[in-house]
């Protein structure tokens, strides 16, 4: 199994970027596919996460309305759309998968990918 994330970068407050996660070596469809991120300092927490056959996703609070997920079961990738992007969101974010239906922000991850950093400055 692996989970490749890309798209990380520095960028200033306000501004934009595409975080991609391509997976391979499971069946992608049956799987919540989740973002994590984790400041430096802090524990990790959940970012969003996508259903993978039905149109359901969550949000964190201090993300909803400004980063929009969504995937592609066709080419086994997942996507973090990040807009309005503040110096708190500075982080290394994590795409992660877990063998469920309904995406739930405390349900087990079984596969986890290495990770791309944000860093926003002000």
């Known amino acids: 199994v692996q989970l490749q994330a890309s798209g990380g970068g520095l960028v200033q407050a306000g501004g934009s970027l595409r975080l991609s996660c391509t997976a391979s070596?499971?069946?992608?469809?049956?799987?919540?596919m989740g973002w994590f991120r984790q400041a430096p300092g802090q524990e990790r927490e959940f970012v969003a996460a996508?259903?993978?056959?039905?149109?359901?996703?969550k949000y964190a609070d201090s993300v909803a309305g400004r980063f929009t997920i969504s995937r592609d079961n066709g080419e086994n990738t997942v996507y973090l759309q990040m807009n309005g992007l503040k110096p708190e969101d500075t982080g290394v974010y994590y795409c992660?998968?877990?063998?469920?239906?309904?995406?739930?922000?405390?349900?087990?991850?079984?596969?986890w990918g290495q990770g791309t950093k944000v860093t926003v400055s002000s």
């Open positions: 992660a998968a877990a063998r469920a239906v309904i995406p739930d922000p405390s349900q087990k991850y079984d596969f």
């Open positions: 996508r259903s993978g056959r039905i149109d359901m996703s």
């Open positions: 070596g499971f069946i992608f469809p049956t799987y919540v």
